[in-house]
Nanobody, 123 residues
């Protein structure tokens, strides 16, 4: 079993930045693709961005390209999400996920999930 714990969420004004962290348990962290998803008010949980096990490949939703950046530090069993140029539409609970392949964007293709961390962006 993989346990994931997100942190770093908060309330920021539009245009601001946050850095989210996801700490993972287990020695097999480096074998997992890691991703970030979000669940905004009145919306379903959707893909945001993901990264391959080695960190060499990433992909992201069109809505966040150029603003969000995913990275990982396998030595620390941690994946990060840098949120820049935040918009009110980015308000959501952000979830960290672990799975087999980084390029999956459907939530049901990911195996392990954290509890989420709230990001609120004010106008």
């Amino acid at each position: 079993q993989v346990q994931l714990v997100e942190s770093g969420g908060g309330l920021v004004q539009a245009g601001g930045s946050l850095r989210l962290s996801c700490a993972a348990s287990g020695r097999a962290f480096s074998n997992y693709a890691m991703g970030w998803f979000r669940h905004g008010p009145g919306k379903e949980r959707v893909f945001v961005t993901s990264i391959s096990p080695s960190g060499g490949l990433t992909t992201s939703a069109d809505s966040v390209k150029g603003r969000f950046a995913i990275s990982r530090d396998n030595a620390k069993n941690t994946v990060y999400l840098q949120l820049n140029s935040l918009e009110p539409e980015d308000t959501a609970v952000y979830y960290c996920a672990a799975g087999s392949l980084y390029y999956y964007t459907n939530t049901n293709r990911w195996d392990y999930w954290g509890q989420g961390t709230q990001v609120t962006v004010s106008s």
